[in-house]
C-alpha cells in the first residue's frame, strides 16, 4: 500500500487535488494523508481538534464525488495538523510517512515572489525526496496520453515504473521527448547528444507502450508546451536537475497564452537533491537589489561611523 500526501489549505485548489488523488488511491492502491501545515506553536488544542474535524469533513465531502461508491469505501485518510510552513516541513512529513507522492493544487507565483514566501515551487524539484505531482484547477481524468521530458540518463528504472503507474490503463501512451539546441551542435555536442539517444531508448525500452522523439528546438520550455498540445497530453512528467526550469515553466505569464501545459497535471520527479545552479532573470535580477541594498546599508553604517 503506497502513501500520498496531500496539502490542504481548504482552497479551491486544494480540493481539486484531492479529488485527483482520490482517482489515483484506487489506482494504484494507496492510502491519502492530508496534511494542514503552517498553524505556527501556539494553536490550541481544541483550535488542533477542529482543525483536524474540517480535514475529516473535507475528505469525507469528496470521497464520493467522480468515484462509485464501492471505489470511494476502499480509500483510507489520514489526518495531520503541521505548525511548520509546508516548504519547511514537507520533507519530514514525506520521510515520516514514507509518502511515495505528493499531490497539490497548482499556484501560479512570479519566480522572485515565490522565493521570497517559500511556496511551493520553490522547494521543488531540489528538496523532496518523493515526486510531486501539480493539478491544476477544472476536472481531470488519469492519463491515457502521458509526455514524459527531461534529463534521460537520470531517470531510474523505478522512476519510469512508478510513472507508469500512475496511467489510466497498462495500454497508455507515453511520448518521451528530448530537446537540443541545433544551433550549439558542435562536435563536443554531437557526442553529448548521442548520449542523450541512448538514454532515451533505454528508458523507451522500459515502457510496453512509448514513443521517443529527439527534437531540435532553442527554446525547451515553449517547445514543451507546444508538443504536449499537439500530442494531446493528459500528464506532463518532469525529470530534470534545472529545478529553475521549472519555476519558469509555471511562471503565471503563461496564463496570457492559456498555455496547454498549465492545463494537465504535471508530475515533477526529484532527479538530484541539490539547488540547481541554473537561474533565470527574474531571480537574478532580485539577487543584484539585495546586494544593491546590503551595500547601500554598509555604506550608511560607515558614514555614520565617521
Known amino acids: 500500500m503506497q502513501t500520498i500526501l496531500v496539502p490542504i489549505d481548504f482552497s479551491a485548489a486544494a480540493e481539486g487535488a484531492l479529488l485527483y488523488a482520490n482517482k489515483l488511491a484506487v489506482r494504484l492502491p494507496a492510502e491519502i494523508v492530508l496534511v494542514h501545515a503552517g498553524t505556527g506553536s501556539a494553536l490550541l488544542p481544541d483550535e488542533r481538534a477542529q482543525l483536524l474535524r474540517r480535514l475529516e469533513a473535507l475528505a469525507e465531502r469528496l470521497r464520493y ?39 497539490t493544487g497548482l ?43 527531461g534529463d534521460f540518463d537520470r531517470v531510474t528504472a523505478s522512476q519510469v515504473a512508478a510513472v507508469a503507474a500512475l496511467a489510466r490503463t497498462p495500454t497508455a501512451h507515453f511520448d518521451l521527448v ?15 547528444l548521442i548520449q542523450q539517444k541512448k538514454a532515451l531508448q533505454a528508458t523507451q525500452q522500459l515502457l510496453p507502450n512509448a514513443t521517443a522523439h529527439l ?17 494531446a497530453a493528459q500528464l506532463l512528467v518532469l525529470a530534470t536537475t534545472d529545478g529553475c ?7 503565471p505569464h ?22 540547481s545552479a541554473a537561474c533565470c532573470a527574474t531571480c537574478e535580477l532580485r539577487r543584484v537589489a539585495a546586494r544593491q541594498l546590503a551595500l547601500g546599508q554598509r555604506q550608511e553604517e560607515v558614514s555614520l561611523l565617521t
Request: charged share 20%; aromatic share 8%.
Open 65 to 103: 464525488q467522480q468515484l462509485t461508491r464501492q471505489d470511494a469505501r476502499r480509500i483510507r485518510y489520514y489526518y495531520h495538523v503541521a505548525a511548520e510552513a509546508l516548504p519547511d516541513g514537507l520533507q519530514v512529513l514525506v520521510a515520516g510517512y514514507c509518502a511515495s507522492l505528493v499531490v
Open 107 to 149: 499556484t501560479l507565483d512570479n519566480c522572485a515572489a515565490a522565493m521570497a514566501a517559500g511556496t511551493i515551487p520553490k522547494s521543488l524539484p531540489e528538496r523532496v525526496s518523493c515526486p510531486v505531482l501539480l493539478v491544476p484547477g477544472g476536472r481531470h481524468e488519469l492519463p491515457a496520453q502521458v509526455v514524459l521530458a
Open 178 to 192: 528530448q530537446f537540443y539546441q541545433k544551433s550549439r551542435l558542435y562536435s563536443a555536442d554531437s557526442k553529448l
Open 215 to 231: 527534437l531540435p528546438e532553442e527554446d525547451e520550455l515553449e517547445g514543451l508546451s507546444e508538443f504536449c498540445a499537439q500530442q
Open 245 to 251: 526550469l521549472v519555476r519558469r515553466f509555471f511562471h
Open 254 to 275: 503563461y496564463l496570457q497564452t492559456n498555455a496547454y501545459h498549465l492545463r494537465i497535471p504535471a508530475l515533477l520527479l526529484p532527479t538530484s537533491t541539490l539547488p
